[in-house]
């Protein structure tokens, strides 16, 4: 039986991976935690899990690092978990989660008045090409006037 043949072993390994990472953080070389955090951010959206329950460590770097990497990877997942930490007692906590928050909110409120406009804009072009051209097609005697 191989080792990884579904989708539920590939999201336990990327977890066990993330988690690995994650542990990693608690050292005092900068360059290997910012190494670490660029490759969590790389994972995207298949650290989240881990990320999220990385949130919850007695660590208060590795809480800082998760809430940061979070930030980075902006996915709606994490901000109910994140909002726990409002509330951390490391004083630097509460004000990175809340930075992280507003750039996770705003970002996604920007793609949704984005996909908004667009769909403003096709009603628009619908109204202007498609319903006369459906008008025109469904009428005979304007298809005989235009031949």
Do not use: W
């Not at 902006?74 to 990175?96: E, W």
Request: proline share 5%.
């Amino acid at each position: 039986m191989p080792l990884f043949s579904g989708g539920e072993d590939l999201a336990d390994r990327d977890l066990q991976e993330t988690l690995l990472l994650i542990s990693r953080l608690d050292v005092r070389d900068i360059r290997l935690i910012q190494g670490i955090k660029r490759a969590l951010i790389k994972k995207g959206r298949k650290a989240l899990p881990g990320l999220i329950r990385s949130l919850n460590s007695p660590n208060g770097m590795v809480r800082e690092a998760c809430v940061e990497i979070l930030g980075e990877i902006s996915s709606p997942k994490a901000v109910a978990p994140l909002l726990n930490l409002l509330y951390d007692y490391r004083d630097d906590i509460p004000s990175k989660t809340e930075r992280t928050l507003r750039k996770i909110i705003n970002r996604h409120l920007r793609e949704y008045e984005s996909a908004e406009k667009i769909t403003e804009e096709l009603a628009v072009q619908r109204k202007r090409i498609v319903e006369p051209l459906v008008n025109t097609l469904s009428n005979p005697s304007e298809l005989l006037r235009m031949g």
